[in-house]
């Protein structure tokens, strides 16, 4: 396919000549008398190269080239100008001209300048692909699988990947689906734009409106000064909103209406901010079973469940446990300089029954747990696994034994021993649990007034 440039010039006789020239080097032209001309051919017609005077009646080669790249960011331009404006025409390679060409020239020289704009963007186009490429390699070391049921996320990621619309990441905690959505931005056309997160349920709810949306100097108490939110931060790029289902419900409106409109209003001011943020959110919860509590919107809902991604649990897939295992078995080996360190058999038996509640997060953390009990003994033994089996009622000991007592008396002691096991990490122990932060905060301070 040929490339097309539309030259723009207000001399008939030279037009006509550059206009000649192109075609004889391959290239498909359409002609425009000036500025004002040449947007309305722009308006309805795709050029990979505009060529265009400087100086010419009612628009000049800048105001074109301005008015064009805000239309059409993808269009190249290459400026013909007269020695005396050529402080002009450097200020507009600043402004997104590709090169300049200075009058009088030859059609040599024009045809060169031509040729290696093409040239240019071909190798654009060859660094995208490679990146894109490098992106993959990358991702496909950061999420390790080979089930069926990994295979179909990977699947997704490169289908959803290609276009702009939110995702909607299902799964319970530690099954990794923020690695899933930074796959997703890695593989996307915003690769090299920024990848920002908010954990929803670990930022207090009088906070999370200004740190989205931004807020004025004096908008609330302690607002020293304007600051952007993380939309305005992530402009261009693609914003994760982790725990999407702890969302404050006053908020899910104005989280709403920015995804419908693109754009927001800052805490504290009335000017609306044009956005353009991709929107990938992550829950561990069944939201439809919110919608139906009243806790979470199912407009915002159905906004986000554009294209859904469920990542079923490891016991779901257990294909992928021996793979995952030694993958981080590969890694603590390089991190704690020990390259010879196994699992031991008998492990081996142990880890692949175990249904890991934590999922793959659980996995991780046991192996490098196993990893330092073990010393330097060669294999990774039972003993430095610290299994976590699912227990009912409590007896003095700590053991449990099946008799007359409550479940919340089972959810107590399965909460304080998961803390005791976590050496008092909470957020680890709620990953573990598969239950929010701010769920196991108030399950503490509940217990705490029980006793």
């Not at 990441?169 to 920002?196: C, M, N, Y």
Request: aromatic letters at 8%.
């Amino acid at each position: 396919m040929s490339k097309r440039i539309l030259l723009v010039e207000d001399e008939s006789q030279m037009r006509a000549i550059l206009s000649e020239s192109l075609q004889a080097m391959g290239y498909e032209t359409q002609e425009a008398k000036d500025g004002v001309h040449a947007m309305e051919i722009l308006e309805t017609q795709t050029f990979d190269l505009v060529v265009t005077d400087l100086k010419m009646p009612r628009m000049d080669g800048v105001e074109l080239m301005s008015t064009t790249l805000k239309k059409y960011p993808n269009t190249g331009f290459l400026i013909m100008t007269a020695y005396g404006t050529i402080e002009t025409a450097v200020d507009a390679l600043q402004t997104g001209a590709f090169d300049f060409l200075t009058k009088p020239f030859s059609i040599s020289q024009f045809g060169t300048r031509v040729k290696r704009f093409f040239e240019f963007t071909d190798l654009q186009q060859v660094n995208q692909g490679l990146r894109r490429k490098i992106n993959s390699l990358q991702r496909s070391k950061k999420i390790i699988g080979q089930s069926p049921a990994f295979l179909k996320i990977l699947e997704q990621i490169d289908v959803v990947a290609k276009s702009d619309v939110p995702v909607l990441i299902q799964g319970e905690s530690g099954t990794g689906k923020e690695l899933v959505a930074s796959s997703i931005h890695e593989s996307s056309a915003r690769a090299d734009k920024p990848f920002l997160k908010i954990n929803c349920s670990a930022i207090p709810e009088t906070l999370v409106e200004s740190i989205l949306f931004g807020h004025e100097k004096g908008a609330f108490t302690n607002a020293v000064s304007t600051r952007q939110g993380l939309f305005e931060e992530a402009n261009d790029g693609t914003l994760l909103l982790d725990e999407i289902s702890e969302m404050p419900i006053h908020l899910q409106a104005k989280l709403l209406r920015v995804l419908q409109e693109q754009t927001l209003t800052r805490v504290g001011s009335s000017k609306e901010t044009s956005v353009d943020v991709r929107i990938i959110a992550t829950t561990n919860r069944n939201i439809e079973e919110l919608i139906a509590e009243g806790g979470f919107r199912s407009d915002l809902y159905y906004r986000l469940n554009v294209f859904p991604i469920t990542i079923p649990p490891i016991r779901e897939r257990r294909d992928d446990i021996q793979l995952l295992v030694r993958h981080f078995l590969e890694i603590f080996r390089k991190k704690y300089k020990f390259e010879g360190k196994e699992v031991s058999e008998k492990s081996w038996e142990i880890i692949l029954e175990y249904d890991w509640p934590g999922n793959v997060r659980e996995i991780e953390n046991l192996v490098e747990r196993a990893f330092l009990y073990s010393g330097n003994d060669t294999q990774l033994k039972t003993s430095h696994f610290h299994f976590q089996p699912i227990q009912s009622n409590p007896k003095p000991n700590g053991q449990l034994e099946i008799g007359a007592v409550s479940m919340a008396d089972v959810e107590k002691h399965v909460i304080f021993k998961t803390l005791e096991l976590c050496e008092d990490n909470r957020t680890k122990t709620a990953d573990i649990l598969g239950i929010t932060s701010r769920t196991l905060r108030n399950k503490l301070s509940q217990y705490k007034l029980d006793n």
